[in-house]
């Protein structure tokens, strides 16, 4: 059942600090299923805090975040923990496929984790591949393959598991334009054919284009944009 | 753009009648503004004049309509020429959204709010021309990139400018 509005995940007047810098400074988020909602915002301005606050990887200082109508603060850690693994798909910019494992090993390893057999995780695995256009890189190992070619892995590993949400932190950061636009339409795609929702952070306006809508964090202060215009 | 030079460049592959040529243009180069077929004519008789095209027949019954136009030889040199010479690049050094930024900062008003405002309708327009792009073919892509690599360029005008709003408040109020 989703919260109250119909959103997946909301979040108000979050406040995180570090030391006497205010990273958060009562910033909101609201997103709804099959959603993509790009966060912009200068360097420094709190964005990615943001994410791994509404990732339940840290914990605000104070405010709400709201999971499908639970408040992820009162969830134990092993609650938190499964969300992430089950719900939650999460790409970043650099250095997240395991080098000793192969791409197929690498996309499986959700699944894995969560006690699926061998077989049958990696036949999921090489689905999503195909989906990504990288199901011929199965069996090469990450350090084999081209940058862009890596983030299709990661993107093919955060869909693997069918989650409900997935966490974006600058995916395309480290590819060149042609690369990253690709990763982008295959990401969308795949997201709003499976209706996941995609929390996007991203500097470049270019990649934000790919969202449904933008809000912009500056100096730990959320901006939603479709209320403004 | 050109509508002569384009037209002429069309030309240049073979004798074609005014609709033609216009179905060729909008189909390349028209897919937002299709020419006018006023256009069409009014462009082919200055051609004419100019002896850069000639009349390669005219259909039995036909009006002025009906005639088919073949480029000259002086056609085919203009659009070599055309084609060699550099476009000027635009200079954009009157901005009108400089202008308002300075003018919020010497009311007191929210210059912040201004960018972020323009900032909104600038990736509304980059999300049309992204979609547009991922359903098109290979000309839509080019057209379409050209569009977002400017509207690029103004947003990071714009990440620039916010980041520099209260020096240059103090820079305008002084």
């Known amino acids: ?229 | 753009m050109s509508i002569g030079h384009t037209l002429l460049g069309l030309l240049e592959s073979g004798p074609r009648h005014g609709y033609d040529l216009k179905r060729a243009f909008d189909e390349k180069f028209g897919h937002d503004r299709p020419l006018h077929y006023g256009q069409v004519y009014s462009t082919m008789s200055r051609l004419l004049k100019n002896g850069l095209v000639e009349v390669d027949g005219i259909e039995a019954g036909g009006g002025p309509e009906r005639k088919r136009y073949a480029i000259t030889d002086a056609g085919v040199t203009d659009v070599e020429r055309w084609l060699a010479t550099p476009e000027k690049p635009e200079p954009y050094l009157q901005s009108t959204l400089y202008t308002k930024v300075v003018l919020a900062l010497l009311t007191a008003r929210d210059a912040a709010d201004i960018l972020d405002t323009q900032r909104a309708e600038h990736l509304r327009s980059m999300r049309i021309l992204t979609d547009r792009k991922r359903k098109g073919d290979l000309a839509d892509q080019l057209i379409c990139d050209h569009a977002l690599f400017h509207l690029e360029a103004d947003l990071r005008w714009l990440e620039l400018a916010a980041a520099r709003l209260d020096k240059l408040k103090a820079t305008v109020t002084a």
């Open chain 1, 1 to 229: 059942m989703n919260a109250p509005g119909g959103s997946l995940l909301v979040a108000e007047d979050l406040k995180k600090a570090y030391g006497p810098t205010m990273a958060l400074d009562g910033a909101a988020f609201s997103i709804h299923p099959g959603e993509v909602v790009a966060v912009m915002g200068p360097s420094g301005s709190g964005k990615s805090t943001l994410l791994h606050c509404l990732a339940g990887i840290v914990t605000p200082d104070s405010g709400s975040i709201r999971y499908d109508g639970q408040e992820l603060a009162t969830m134990n850690d092993a609650r938190r923990s499964l969300l992430r693994r089950t719900e939650f798909g999460f790409v970043f910019q650099f250095g997240q496929l395991v080098p000793e494992l192969t791409c197929v090993e690498n996309v499986a390893l959700p699944l894995r984790l969560n006690g699926t057999s061998r077989k049958q995780a990696e036949r999921t695995a090489l689905g999503w591949m195909e989906r990504l256009e990288v199901d011929d890189l199965a069996k090469k190992r990450p350090g084999e393959v081209s940058g862009g070619q890596g983030q299709r892995v990661a993107v093919a590993r955060s869909l693997v598991t069918s989650p409900r949400l997935i966490f974006a932190d600058e995916p395309t950061g480290a590819l060149d334009s042609l690369n990253g636009e690709r990763v982008m339409e295959l990401l969308t795609e795949a997201a709003r054919s499976a209706n996941a929702a995609v929390v996007l952070v991203t500097h470049e306006a270019r990649v934000a284009a790919y969202s449904d809508r933008e809000i912009v964090v500056r100096d730990g202060k959320s901006r939603d944009m479709e209320r403004v215009v």
